[in-house]
């Protein structure tokens, strides 16, 4: 797993509350959305993107029992806050076709 929202200008809280839906975590995403999920660590929160079925199933463990949100987010939106390379992986991944 590598692909999380970092956004410099707010809280990824506040980011998701803007620019996401929480959902239910059911693969595949929505039609040119992608999973996020905020999972709560003892100090910190995390917004791991589920690029791919894999990734979703990571974020998805069943034996992992930290407090998790699902949102789904248009994959473009992403392109802010995560790194430029990842948002080139998920342009060649998605880009001009459905991930559903």
Known sequence: MGMYINSE??????????EAT???P???????ELFVCLVHN?????????YDEREFNAFNDP???????WF???WKKLKD???EHYFKQLEKQYGGQ???
């Open 22 to 24: 929480i959902a239910k």
């Open 9 to 18: 200008n707010e809280t990824k809280e506040s980011w998701l509350k803007r």
């Open 81 to 83: 806050v995560i790194p």
């Open 63 to 69: 034996s992992d029992h930290r407090l998790r949100i």
């Open 72 to 74: 789904t987010v248009p």
């Open 26 to 32: 059911k693969y595949p995403p929505p039609k040119d």
């Open 42 to 50: 003892n100090s910190f929160t995390a917004a791991g993107v589920a």
């Open 98 to 100: 459905s991930n559903a």
